[in-house]
T-cell receptor, first 115, second 111 residues
C-alpha cells in the first residue's frame, strides 16, 4: 500500500540552527501539507502546497519556515533559525486532490528537538 | 471560534462499553469529514470517513448532521485496543487547502 514517508524520524538541533525535514508524498497525489503537534497538544496546520506553490498557510508559518518540492518526489520543510518552541512532531501529509471524500494520508512524523 | 471543537475527555470506560464522541465544526461550506485515530506519539490514521447518510464499519458508526454542523462517532463493544485519541477532522471548504483538526478526545478502555 502506498504511504507517505518522512526522514529523519528524530532530529536534534541546537537553537538557531537550520533544519530541513524531508517527506516523500504518495506519488500520484496533488496536495501536500505540513502539520505540527507540540507534545500533548493538538495537530496544527502549517502549510498546504499545490501545483508547485503554497496554497494556504497558517499564522504559525512565518518567515522562518519555507517549503519546497525540489524534484518530482520530495517535499521539504525548512526552518531557518530554530527556536526552543519549534520542538514538536512534524507530520507531512498528502491528498489525491481529485473530488470525493478523500482523506489526508500522514507520514510517521519527524520528532524535532531544539536544545 | 475554533474551526473544529471536541470534548477533550478523557473518557474512561470498561471493556464492552459503548462510547460516543461528538464534534462540531464552524465552516458551513465544509465538504468532507473524517474521524482519525492517533496512538501516543504516532501519526494520525484514518478511522473512517463520515458520510451524510451515516456509515458503519463493524463496531464503529459515524453520523453527520449538516444542519447542526455536528459529527459523531459511536464505538460499540469497546476493546482495550480502542484506547487512543480520536480526532475529528474537517476539510475546510471547497478545495483541499486545509484539513482542520479538533483537539482530540482521549479514550481509555479498562479491563
Amino acid at each position: 500500500e502506498p504511504e507517505v514517508t518522512q526522514t529523519p524520524s528524530h532530529q536534534v538541533t541546537q537553537m538557531g540552527q537550520e533544519v530541513i525535514l524531508r517527506c516523500v508524498p504518495i506519488s500520484n497525489h496533488l496536495y501536500f501539507y505540513w502539520y505540527r503537534q507540540i507534545l500533548g497538544q493538538k495537530v496544527e496546520f502549517l502549510v498546504s502546497f499545490y501545483n508547485n506553490e503554497i496554497s494556504e498557510k497558517s499564522e504559525i508559518f512565518d518567515d522562518q519556515f519555507s517549503v519546497e518540492r525540489p524534484d518530482g518526489s520530495n517535499f521539504t520543510l525548512k526552518i531557518r533559525s530554530t527556536k526552543l518552541e519549534d520542538s514538536a512532531m512534524y507530520f507531512c501529509a498528502s491528498n489525491p486532490g481529485r473530488g470525493g471524500w478523500t482523506e489526508a494520508f500522514f507520514g510517521q512524523g519527524t520528532r524535532l528537538t531544539v536544545v | 471560534r475554533k474551526e473544529v471543537e471536541q470534548d477533550p475527555g478523557p473518557f474512561n470506560v470498561p471493556e464492552g462499553a459503548t462510547v460516543a464522541f461528538n464534534c462540531t465544526y464552524s465552516n458551513s461550506a465544509s465538504q468532507s469529514f473524517f474521524w482519525y485515530r492517533q496512538d501516543c506519539r504516532k501519526e494520525p490514521k484514518l478511522l473512517m470517513s463520515v458520510y451524510s447518510s451515516g456509515n458503519e464499519d463493524g463496531r464503529f458508526t459515524a453520523q453527520l448532521n449538516r444542519a447542526s454542523q455536528y459529527i459523531s462517532l459511536l464505538i460499540r463493544d469497546s476493546k482495550l485496543s480502542d484506547s487512543a485519541t480520536y480526532l475529528c477532522v474537517v476539510n475546510g471548504g471547497e478545495n483541499f487547502n486545509k484539513f482542520y483538526f479538533g483537539s482530540g478526545t482521549k479514550l481509555n478502555v479498562k479491563p
